[in-house]
């Protein structure tokens, strides 16, 4: 099940590097089919219940309602919100993230191993809260995972020459007058290099905090 979501985000991270030069509205894009799939979800499910316990929707299998007072669980509804919360700015740094590395040029896919790092925090949070502890073998393959993501990130120095040597010329443009317009293209493509590194480990933490509430939530309710 792990490897099948893996490769579920991966294909949503190629569709959102696609749509990453709109910005945020990218985010509008990507989650209106998301908004007509849980619709069919649920209507299927409510005419389920109907189907099978004679009614649409009811306070006594809800897991909004407390069982012993049937009152609403306000601690639920919190969870929810916090969980939705996270998920959202996420989602809203992973598009930022796509956005600014389109414009600093890097490759879409190699950006996407900075998510990995999200691991350490989880791992780090999960051991204070929940007493979880890494065995060896795990964190052997944590830190390998880690060190496999820094070494593929790197940028090879003959990709950096070569960009730096393919931008073209203006007709009749004097030479200091290229080589500024160079010192200015490659100091934006090393601010929005950092901008997207940026974005990418603020996203880690926002999925971290979902997964953590997400772990608190299973185990107490």
């Given at each position: 099940?792990?490897?099948?979501?893996?490769?579920?985000y991966?294909?949503?991270?190629?569709?959102?590097?696609?749509l990453?030069?709109?910005?945020?509205?990218?985010?509008?894009?990507?989650?209106?089919?998301?908004?007509?799939?849980?619709?069919?979800?649920?209507?299927?499910?409510?005419?389920?219940?109907?189907?099978?316990?004679?009614?649409?929707?009811?306070?006594?299998?809800?897991?909004?309602?407390?069982?012993?007072?049937?009152?609403?669980?306000?601690?639920?509804?919190?969870?929810?919100?916090?969980?939705?919360?996270?998920?959202?700015c996420?989602?809203?740094?992973?598009?930022m993230?796509?956005?600014?590395?389109?414009?600093a040029?890097?490759?879409?896919?190699?950006?996407t191993?900075?998510?990995?790092?999200?691991?350490?925090?989880?791992?780090?949070v999960?051991?204070?809260?929940?007493?979880?502890?890494?065995?060896?073998?795990?964190?052997?393959?944590?830190?390998?995972?880690?060190?496999?993501?820094?070494?593929?990130?790197?940028?090879?120095k003959?990709?950096?020459?070569?960009?730096?040597?393919?931008?073209?010329?203006?007709?009749?443009?004097?030479?200091?007058?290229?080589?500024?317009?160079i010192d200015?293209?490659?100091?934006?493509?090393?601010?929005?290099?950092?901008?997207?590194?940026?974005t990418?480990?603020?996203?880690?933490?926002?999925?971290?905090?979902?997964?953590?509430?997400?772990?608190?939530?299973?185990?107490?309710?």
């Amino acid at each position: 099940m792990a490897l099948l979501a893996g490769i579920c985000y991966a294909f949503n991270n190629f569709f959102l590097g696609q749509l990453s030069h709109h910005g945020l509205v990218a985010v509008i894009y990507v989650n209106i089919p998301s908004f007509f799939l849980f619709m069919v979800v649920y209507g299927v499910n409510f005419i389920r219940n109907k189907l099978v316990h004679g009614f649409y929707w009811s306070r006594e299998i809800s897991i909004f309602f407390k069982e012993e007072d049937n009152s609403l669980d306000w601690s639920v509804v919190l969870g929810v919100f916090l969980m939705s919360f996270c998920k959202f700015c996420g989602f809203c740094l992973v598009v930022m993230t796509f956005h600014y590395a389109t414009l600093a040029g890097l490759n879409l896919g190699i950006i996407t191993v900075i998510f990995n790092f999200c691991c350490i925090t989880d791992s780090v949070v999960f051991y204070f809260v929940f007493k979880e502890k890494l065995s060896r073998a795990q964190l052997v393959g944590t830190v390998v995972l880690l060190l496999s993501a820094v070494f593929i990130a790197q940028k090879p120095k003959m990709e950096e020459k070569s960009g730096i040597m393919s931008y073209g010329r203006y007709p009749n443009e004097a030479e200091d007058v290229y080589q500024a317009r160079i010192d200015r293209i490659e100091r934006d493509h090393y601010y929005n290099s950092m901008i997207a590194i940026g974005t990418a480990l603020c996203c880690t933490l926002f999925f971290s905090a979902r997964d953590v509430i997400l772990r608190y939530y299973k185990v107490t309710k």
